[in-house]
């Protein structure tokens, strides 16, 4: 299947930096991508929808100030985390997916922020 | 409002026998279920799907039901095996586009 790199897998950073994310396509390219967000022990919420080349659409209730997306490429996707706190830490998942009617969107590894 | 609902937490299972996950959704509009595998601290991984215009789909071990009706789909695995233990999440899709909403997941756990 489509591979879908995720980096970094895990990172520690202090209260108040910023943290970015990267998500790749590795073999095909990927014109729309989501992120997600995974709560211990709960499911996968989506944070955010990203199109190559235009502004990310945000969910209900995610702040698009804090959560910084750009999809500057068609292979590349990336969510920064701005000013991050505590509660910010989780488990952040990305995947892509070949065209607005692909129903199978690959995942990426995942990525687990902490913040202290 | 959850959209998705498995409402098992957890499953156990012996080794050879069928697993059985279920999950329940509340819109009518979806189009596509997946089911999709998932052990910690790594992405989801794409197991199997069936489309509205379908009842039932099949890939080896793994069989996905669907009722419509009852809005309601399931996923058979059997036999089940040791390395099937992890979370399994359903989805589904809305017509209009590739957005996924999962249910809760439930942790399947097979016993040798």
């Known amino acids: 299947g489509a591979v879908v790199s995720q980096h970094p897998s895990r990172v520690i950073c202090k209260s108040g930096t910023s943290v970015k994310i990267e998500c790749r396509s590795l073999?095909?390219?990927?014109?729309?991508m989501f992120w997600y967000r995974q709560f211990p022990k709960q499911s996968l919420m989506l944070m955010a929808t990203?199109?190559?080349?235009?502004?990310?659409?945000?969910e209900q209730g995610v702040e698009k100030d804090k959560f910084l997306i750009n999809h500057a490429s068609l292979t590349l996707s990336t969510l920064t985390v701005t000013s991050a706190h505590p509660e910010d830490s989780s488990f952040y998942i990305c995947s892509a997916a070949s065209g607005q009617m692909n129903t199978e969107a690959f995942f990426g590894q995942g990525t687990r922020l902490t913040v202290v | 409002d959850q959209q998705v609902k498995q409402n098992s937490p957890s499953l156990s299972v012996q080794e050879g026998r069928i697993s059985i996950l279920n999950c329940d959704y509340t819109?009518?509009?979806?189009?596509?279920f997946l089911w999709y595998k998932k052990y910690p601290a790594e992405g989801p991984t794409f197991l199997i799907s069936?489309?509205?215009?379908?009842d039932k789909n099949e890939d080896g071990r793994f069989t996905v039901f669907l009722n419509k009706s009852a809005k309601h789909l399931s996923l058979h695995i059997v036999p089940s095996q040791p390395g099937d233990s992890a979370v399994y999440f359903c989805?589904?899709?809305?017509?209009?586009?590739?957005?996924?909403?999962f249910g809760e997941g439930t942790q399947l756990t097979v016993n040798p």
């Open positions: 073999d095909f390219q990927a014109t729309t």
């Open positions: 069936i489309s509205s215009i379908k």
């Open positions: 989805a589904v899709q809305e017509t209009s586009g590739s957005r996924l909403t």
């Open positions: 990203s199109n190559e080349g235009s502004k990310a659409t945000y």
């Open positions: 819109n009518s509009m979806f189009d596509y």
